[in-house]
């Protein structure tokens, strides 16, 4: 078991008053590019991916899924697993953040916020 928080959230651009937000500003097809430069990352064409590695003797893995609208632009990403703070802000740069803002929907504490926050989750790291 690492020590590295467990994900299970959405990210996507921020929303107000819990409607469906715009999409990201970043197409479906700049997103998978930039993903695909991770060292081992393995990318599917339905937006399925799986990154794993290993940092400190303990692995780690996440496993992802993009979903686009009608006109390419990446509406959300959902991700689950766990990962070192690092590896975290490689795959945020990924989707442009921090020049695109970025919210995290929380699925099992059923709660939102900004990616900035979720920064803490790694305290113990820094």
């Known amino acids: 078991m690492s020590d590295w928080p467990q994900l299970d959230l959405i990210l996507a651009a921020p929303a107000d008053n819990h409607e469906q937000g715009p999409p990201l500003e970043i197409s479906f097809e700049r997103a998978q590019r930039q993903l695909e430069q991770l060292p081992r990352l393995w990318f599917e ?34 991700l689950t697993g766990s990962c070192p703070h690092d590896c975290w802000l490689q795959l945020l740069q990924c989707f ?17 916020g900004p990616v900035e926050r979720l920064g803490s989750w790694w305290d113990h790291e820094q």
């Open 96 to 112: 442009d953040w921090p020049t695109q803002p970025m919210w995290a929907y929380l699925v099992r504490e059923s709660s939102s």
């Open 45 to 78: 064409p339905d937006g399925a991916f799986f990154w794993n590695g290993n940092q400190r003797g303990t692995a780690w893995q996440l496993a992802g899924t993009l979903t686009d609208d009608a006109h390419g632009q990446l509406r959300w990403c959902r």
